[in-house]
């Protein structure tokens, strides 16, 4: 099968043929029939991060596709389903967090495209269990992004326990925020978008932002003052400075949710503001396998739309570099 394969974090990608692995007990093999191209794959590509994954590797953790194979015992999907293939490929199902709906903070969870392969190939080899039906009626090509800018950003909205008539800033309107917006929306927020393009916030507002603030000609924290501070503030954008303005941008009992990871890992947190205005910091890592069968469910009862552009999988550098040089309108979804 094709693969697109990090042999060493210094080079490109290498798009060559792989041997087609046979699922195992408890394992399905998936035909991929889209995959997104989240930052996390270039992260991964380029070992960016403290804990590296080891190459030769495949990326690709939006994977979308079809039961071609079941190993044994797997009951949950049968050959022929649609499945998508998350970030969380395993977890132990058995530890206190597994049992109590937390599975993402489970700590032997394995990660697809990082410590299993992903799905930046003709085919992967995935654990059934912590696969998710795709709804009929949804376009595979739809369900990638879904699988992890929808989910992620899902959840965020969820943990920042938005309710009917909370006004919520989100800051970095592209593959995820778009989404984040139209979650907020749901839940009943007033949605205010922040971003420093205005293809961007002329996207939120077709997606219907109450509000847009174009931070590289407005202060948005004096802008989100003006409309009485945010009950809630989402932050997709990877900049401590970004992180500073949201809080700034609270109002008494806020919410600051942290989803992106800027390098820099650190940033101000003024304790004064933070306690006499008991605003509440809450990081949040992806979503468990029941919120993505709730954002498909949503998206197969048409209330929520992707953005996304197609790029063949052969094509992979060269969509690195464009989301690098952020000259991407949403989410890239390679098709191999
Ligand atoms: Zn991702
Ligand atoms: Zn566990």
């Not at 049992?99 to 799905?119: K, R, V």
Request: charged share 20%; with cysteine; aromatic share 6%.
């Amino acid at each position: 099968m094709r693969a697109a394969v990090v042999t060493s974090f210094d080079q490109p990608l290498e798009v060559k043929d792989v041997a087609l692995p046979e699922p195992g007990p408890g394992q399905i093999q998936v035909r991929v029939e889209a995959s997104g191209l989240c930052h996390t794959d270039i992260h991964a590509a380029r070992g960016d991060w403290p804990v590296k994954p080891t190459p030769p590797f495949i990326p690709g953790h939006e994977g979308v596709g079809i039961v071609e194979k079941t190993g044994p015992g797997v009951t949950l999907h049968a050959v022929g389903d649609r499945v998508a293939i998350p970030w969380l490929g395993y977890a132990c199902g058995t530890c206190e967090y597994c049992l109590t709906g937390w599975e993402t903070l489970c700590e032997s969870q394995l990660n697809t495209g990082y410590a299993i392969d992903g799905g930046h190939a003709e085919y992967l080899i995935a654990d059934a269990d912590y696969t998710v039906a795709v709804p009929a009626g949804i376009d595979p090509v739809e369900a990638a992004p879904l699988t992890c800018a929808g989910v992620t950003t899902y959840k965020a909205v969820k943990v920042g326990g938005v309710t009917p008539g909370d006004r919520v800033a989100i800051f970095g309107i592209g593959g995820l925020g778009h989404l984040a917006q139209q979650y907020a929306q749901i839940f009943g927020g007033e949605t205010i978008a922040v971003d420093v393009t205005e293809e961007k916030l002329a996207l939120a507002k077709q997606l219907g932002a109450s509000h847009v603030v174009n931070a590289a000609t407005t202060d948005p924290v004096e802008a989100i003052t003006a409309l009485g501070g945010a009950d809630v503030a989402v932050v997709l954008a990877a900049s401590p400075k970004v992180l500073e303005q949201a809080h700034a941008s609270l109002r008494r009992g806020g919410r600051l949710v942290l989803v992106s990871l800027p390098k820099e890992n650190a940033m101000a947190l003024p304790i004064f503001q933070t306690v006499l205005k008991g605003i509440s910091v809450l990081g949040s890592i992806v979503g468990t396998r029941a919120d993505l069968a709730e954002v498909f469910r949503l998206h197969a009862a048409g209330r929520t739309r992707v953005f996304y552009e197609t790029r063949p999988l052969t094509e992979i550098n060269a969509a690195i570099e464009d989301v690098l040089a952020s000259r991407v309108p949403a989410r890239l979804v390679l098709i191999p």
